[in-house]
């Protein structure tokens, strides 16, 4: 009787411990897939280890431009696997400046 409880705790362990999966946020240039912005993307990774891929094209406006990095672990990345498709156009000036991706804490 031990040796069925230890082993059923082990196993309720080994499955608490085992990670979920991780999801991929499809976002495109004209506000179509998983996420209608890199933002929204990025607000709604949940797994550690979510990817957020980026089809090819323009990417502008509000959502796409000064984007932080939260304390999730998450991978963002070109859907086609050639980063050159993927342009985040910030569309700044010396009057009106504005970031890509602004990464803080961490450790």
């Known amino acids: 009787m031990v040796v069925r409880i230890g082993l059923i705790l082990s196993l309720l362990v080994l499955l608490a411990s085992l990670p979920a999966n ?3 946020w499809l976002v495109a240039p004209d506000g179509t ?3 209608p912005t890199i933002a929204a993307a990025i607000d709604s990774v949940a797994i550690e280890g979510d990817v957020i891929e980026l089809a090819a094209g323009v990417f502008t406006g509000e959502g796409n431009r ?3 990095g939260t ?3 998450y991978i963002v990345r070109s859907a086609s696997g050639d ?3 993927c342009i985040i156009d910030l569309q700044a000036s010396e ?3 504005h970031f890509g991706f602004r990464f803080y804490g961490g450790g």
Request: negative net charge; proline residues 6%; without cysteine.
């Open 95 to 97: 009057q009106d400046r």
């Open 33 to 35: 897939g998983d996420a």
């Open 71 to 73: 304390e999730k672990n």
């Open 22 to 24: 991780a999801r991929t």
């Open 83 to 85: 980063p050159a498709t």
């Open 66 to 68: 000064d984007l932080f």
